[in-house]
């Protein structure tokens, strides 16, 4: 029989060298939602997961030290360095079929389009986050997001299901055993702890394991993503990203397609999709 969490759901954030953009950006943003009141309430729970034990006590003095933090229960756990080692070693650390939403270290703010396809402040998510959970329960499916930036050209009060970029700074995981990342022979570019595409490797593993992932288009983030000091972007260069993107084209070449971005090597997933209307955002 599944197991379903008591908690409504798990927020994680996988953080490296970067406890006061934590504090200063995702947890302020976090704190201008009704999210946080759900944390404050014990209904949903906050974990930060770290690369180490000198961190850990580094990011627990620092939240200790905080002024609105200090009264909230925010549980640091050493982890594994690397941002795909880390959200792999997160899947195993939570039990099947507990609700993750997976949040970045350095998300600014967090914005919705309205009906009259305005960009206001996403102040009441929790019950996007929510129902976005349970169509992708109904679906069963694992996997949802949102748009990776805040467009608003782009952003819809629509969601698209199948084949699709999932971008991992703000996503949600109905947690599952059969889909990790890097852990077959067929990849081996992620030396030294390289990101090399693990979300676009999410995704593509998803819609073949699962039949697709949920991308409601009605919400967005602003992130500086590789401009953020420290995180685990450090080990970040050309060559592993041309290698990641070579080695994920060639496995899915029906899928991807690939060009050069910003000067990096970038790996596009095609869509193959089905576009519902929703009606989510509420300020």
Not at 134 to 160: A, D, H, Y
Not at 218 to 228: D, I, L, N, R
Not at 242 to 256: E, G, N, S
Request: overall charge positive; proline content about 2%; some cysteine.
């Amino acid at each position: 029989m599944e197991r379903i969490s008591p908690m409504l759901y798990n927020i994680i954030i996988p953080s490296f060298k970067r406890q006061k953009t934590l504090i200063k950006k995702t947890l302020k943003a976090l704190q201008k939602t009704d999210v946080w009141d759900c944390i404050e309430l014990g209904t949903v729970k906050l974990y930060v997961f770290v690369a180490s034990v000198e961190e850990k006590i580094v990011y627990e003095q620092e939240i200790k030290s905080t002024k609105n933090l200090n009264q909230v229960v925010i549980k640091v756990v050493v982890g594994v360095r690397g941002i795909p080692n880390q959200r792999n070693y997160i899947q195993k650390y939570f039990k099947l079929n507990e609700r993750l939403l997976f949040i970045d270290d350095d998300i600014s703010q967090i914005k919705g389009i309205d009906k009259c396809n305005k960009v206001v402040n996403a102040t009441r998510l929790h019950s996007f986050i929510l129902s976005a959970f349970k169509q992708t329960e109904k679906l069963k499916i694992k996997m949802w997001g949102i748009n990776s930036t805040v467009n608003p050209r782009e952003m819809k009060q629509t969601v698209s299901f199948g084949r699709i970029y999932i971008v991992g700074n703000f996503y949600g995981l109905i947690n599952t055993d059969k889909v990790f990342v890097d852990t077959g022979d067929w990849i081996k570019t992620r030396k030294h702890f390289k990101a090399g595409k693990e979300s676009h490797e999410r995704a593509l593993k998803m819609y073949d394991k699962f039949g697709g992932v949920l991308k409601y288009r009605a919400y967005g983030v602003v992130s500086k993503y590789w401009g953020e000091p420290g995180g685990h972007q450090i080990s970040r260069n050309e060559e592993g990203e041309k290698d990641a993107t070579m080695c994920l084209h060639k496995k899915y070449p029906h899928a991807t397609k690939v060009r050069i971005y910003k000067g990096f090597y970038d790996l596009q997933i095609k869509p193959q999709t089905k576009v519902f209307k929703t009606n989510y955002v509420q300020v």
